[in-house]
C-alpha cells in the first residue's frame, strides 16, 4: 500500500507544482508598476523569440508559459509585428490581448524605386489618418522618401511620415559621404532616380551611371524610357511602370529625355543608397548605350552600330 500512497503524493506534488508554476507564469510582473514600455515585434519574430524579449525587459514571468499559452490557445496568428505600449502591471491574458489588437505603430516597407505615388498607396492600406492630401506632399518629395522598412504610427499625420523617411536619407547619404546640404544633391538623387529604375541589378548601377554621365558630358540625350513611364503614370490596368510606346517619345514633358537633352527636372523615383552611391560616382567608361535581354541581362555599347547588334543579338 506504501508504493501507491508514495505515487500518488509524487502525482499531487507534480500537479500543484505545475499548477503553481502556470499561474505564477500566468500573474503580472509586478501589479503595482502600470509604467508603460515601448514593446517592438519585428517582422517574421518567432514566438518563442517574442517571449524570450518580452521577460528580458520584464513585462512576463515566464516566456514558456507565454509559449504554450499562445500555442494552446492558437493566438501565435493574432499576434501582429509592430509597437505596443505594455507595463509589468498587465498579467499575460491582457498582454495577450493588446498583442492581438493591433500595434500603436505598424511596420511599412518602401522598396527601392517607387515613385511618390505609391508610397501613397503603400500608406493608405496602412495608416488610418491617410487621406488623398497626401499624395501632394509626398510628391513634392519624390526622390527624398528613402526605401526602407519603417516602425510609423498608425495615427500619424503625413508631415510625420514624410520627417521619418527624410531623416533616414539624410543618415543614409551621410554614410557614403553626401552632405543633406550638398549643393549638387538635387542632380545626384535625380540622376540617381534614373539608374534605380533603369538598372535590375545593384552590380549594374554603376555602369549606367557611367552611361548618363558620358551623354551628358556630351550633350546628348538620354533617351531613357524609365521618363516616359513616370510622365505616362498608371496605365489603362492600372499598372505603374508600363513598357513606353514608340509614340510615348513624343510626349511634352520637361521629364521626356528623348525631346530634352539633360537631366530631368527633378526624380522620377525614391532611390536606394547604392544607387545614390553609383550617381555620386559613375565608373569611367566609353560606353554610351545599353539594353536589357530577355533574361534580365545588360548589354553594354561605346557605339550605336554596337548597340543596334546588341538589339538585333538579343532582343530580335
Not at 34 to 50: D, E, H, L
Not at 133 to 151: I, M
Not at 153 to 169: G, K, Q
Request: glycine residues 6%; proline residues 5%.
Amino acid at each position: 500500500m506504501r508504493k501507491p500512497l508514495v505515487v500518488g503524493i509524487i502525482l499531487i506534488v507534480i500537479v500543484l507544482g505545475t499548477v503553481l508554476w502556470w499561474n505564477n507564469g500566468m500573474s503580472a510582473v509586478d501589479p503595482k508598476d502600470t509604467t508603460q514600455k515601448s514593446f517592438v515585434i519585428p517582422k517574421g519574430s518567432a514566438v518563442r523569440t517574442i517571449g524570450n524579449d518580452l521577460k528580458e525587459v520584464g513585462l512576463i514571468k515566464d516566456p514558456v508559459v507565454f509559449f504554450l499559452y499562445t500555442k494552446l490557445n492558437k493566438l501565435d496568428r493574432d499576434v501582429q509585428a509592430g509597437s505596443y505600449k505594455l507595463s509589468p502591471s498587465m498579467d499575460l491574458t491582457k498582454i495577450m490581448d493588446t498583442l492581438g489588437h493591433g500595434s500603436v505603430d505598424v511596420w511599412i516597407t518602401i522598396p527601392e524605386g517607387y515613385r511618390a505615388a505609391e508610397v501613397a498607396q503603400v500608406l493608405q492600406k496602412n495608416i488610418g489618418t491617410y487621406n488623398s492630401n497626401w499624395v501632394t506632399v509626398l510628391e513634392a518629395n519624390e526622390g527624398y522618401l528613402f526605401p526602407d522598412t519603417y516602425l510609423i504610427p498608425r495615427d500619424a499625420d503625413v508631415e510625420t511620415v514624410v520627417s521619418i523617411m527624410r531623416n533616414t536619407f539624410n543618415s543614409k547619404i551621410q554614410s557614403i559621404g553626401i552632405s543633406p546640404v550638398d549643393s549638387d544633391l538635387l542632380r545626384i538623387i535625380t540622376i540617381a532616380s534614373l539608374i534605380e529604375r533603369e538598372a535590375l541589378r545593384d552590380d549594374e548601377k554603376v555602369m549606367i551611371s557611367s552611361v548618363i554621365a558620358n551623354r551628358l558630358n556630351d550633350g546628348m540625350a538620354l533617351d531613357i524610357d524609365a521618363t516616359l513611364q513616370y510622365i505616362k503614370g498608371k496605365d489603362a490596368q492600372g499598372k505603374w511602370w508600363s513598357v513606353p510606346t514608340s509614340a510615348d517619345k513624343a510626349l511634352n514633358s520637361p521629364y521626356n529625355t528623348y525631346k530634352n537633352p539633360g537631366i530631368p527636372p527633378g526624380p522620377i523615383a525614391n532611390p536606394g543608397l547604392e544607387a545614390i552611391r553609383a550617381a555620386a560616382n559613375p565608373a569611367k567608361s566609353g560606353y554610351y548605350f545599353y539594353i536589357h535581354d530577355l533574361k534580365g541581362n545588360v548589354h553594354f555599347a561605346e557605339t550605336l552600330m554596337k548597340h543596334n547588334e546588341n538589339i538585333a543579338n538579343y532582343l530580335n
